[in-house]
């Protein structure tokens, strides 16, 4: 048994546990080709975010590895925060582990700065830099780690995502028509285009076993389409 993944399956099953219980499940033109054994997508909508995805690739009997991505937009007339939150791991480590409320029209957002107030508090044994596309979208406060491995900080981890999914869940609904449509679809489109410009992005699922040209058709449709 694996500690490191069984900690990360737990948080995979309370994402979809709090989607489920909060927005409705949707399929979305042209994900079918993205779910197979192996590869996890799954797409929810509510009145509050206009998206919510989990992406899971399971490679543990191929490649040793998994890896998770969930995203979640919300509708273009609320100014909460985009929640991002993205894992890989081995069998007895988390290699990178990454998770921000980013802002779409509103940079000093409460939730952000609540979510600021609780990443203060985490520590981690190697923290990650982040390149420049990322500091073009993310916090300061965003959560970025490395090289995690011991029990005190998998715990952390999972009591970390959470809490931050429940709080996010909770505290959505409040800022429904509190933005401008057209600035949020700029807002939000601009989060998904630094967030392809991410060299690890296909790299890292090129890695998994997945077909190259697939894994870009995925990043450029599915896992951060435009808004049109």
Same mark, same amino acid.
């Given at each position: 048994?694996?500690?490191?993944?069984?900690?990360?399956?737990?948080?995979?099953?309370? +994402?979809?546990?709090?989607?489920?219980?909060?927005?409705?499940?949707?399929?979305?033109?042209?994900?079918?080709?993205?779910?197979?054994?192996?590869? +996890?997508?799954?797409?929810?909508?509510?009145?509050?975010?206009?998206?919510?995805?989990?992406?899971?690739?399971?490679?543990?009997?191929?490649?040793?590895?998994?890896?998770?991505?969930?995203?979640?937009?919300?509708?273009?007339?609320?100014?909460?925060?985009?929640?991002?939150?993205?894992?890989?791991?081995?069998?007895?480590?988390?290699?990178?582990?990454?998770?921000?409320?980013?802002?779409?029209?509103?940079?000093?957002?409460?939730?952000?700065?609540?979510?600021?107030?609780?990443?203060?508090?985490?520590?981690?044994?190697?923290?990650?830099?982040?390149?420049?596309?990322?500091? #073009?979208?993310?916090?300061?406060?965003?959560?970025? #780690?490395?090289?995690?491995?011991?029990?005190?900080?998998? #715990?952390?981890? +999972?009591?970390?995502?959470?809490?931050?999914?429940?709080?996010?869940?909770?505290?959505?609904?409040?800022?429904?028509?509190?933005?401008?449509?057209?600035?949020?679809?700029? #807002?939000?489109?601009?989060?998904?285009?630094?967030?392809?410009?991410?060299?690890?992005?296909?790299?890292?699922?090129?890695?998994?076993? +997945?077909?190259?040209?697939?894994?870009?058709?995925?990043?450029?449709?599915?896992?951060?389409?435009?808004?049109?």
């Amino acid at each position: 048994m694996s500690e490191v993944w069984n900690t990360l399956v737990d948080i995979q099953n309370h +994402l979809i546990k709090k989607f489920d219980e909060t927005g409705v499940e949707v399929q979305e033109p042209g994900m079918d080709k993205f779910n197979k054994p192996g590869w +996890l997508n799954r797409v929810w909508t509510s009145d509050s975010y206009r998206r919510a995805h989990v992406d899971v690739v399971d490679a543990r009997d191929t490649r040793g590895l998994w890896m998770m991505h969930c995203c979640v937009f919300p509708q273009l007339h609320n100014n909460a925060p985009i929640f991002g939150l993205d894992v890989i791991a081995g069998k007895n480590k988390i290699t990178g582990f990454f998770h921000d409320y980013s802002p779409t029209t509103d940079p000093d957002h409460p939730m952000i700065y609540d979510f600021g107030q609780g990443a203060s508090e985490m520590e981690w044994n190697k923290p990650r830099e982040l390149p420049e596309w990322a500091r #073009a979208i993310f916090t300061k406060h965003m959560i970025a #780690a490395g090289n995690v491995t011991n029990s005190e900080e998998l #715990a952390q981890i +999972l009591d970390l995502s959470i809490e931050s999914t429940d709080n996010y869940l909770s505290l959505i609904a409040s800022f429904n028509f509190q933005a401008d449509d057209e600035e949020n679809k700029s #807002a939000q489109n601009r989060y998904a285009h630094y967030q392809k410009q991410n060299p690890h992005t296909p790299k890292t699922m090129t890695a998994l076993g +997945l077909d190259e040209m697939e894994v870009t058709q995925f990043i450029h449709e599915c896992l951060f389409p435009d808004l049109k």
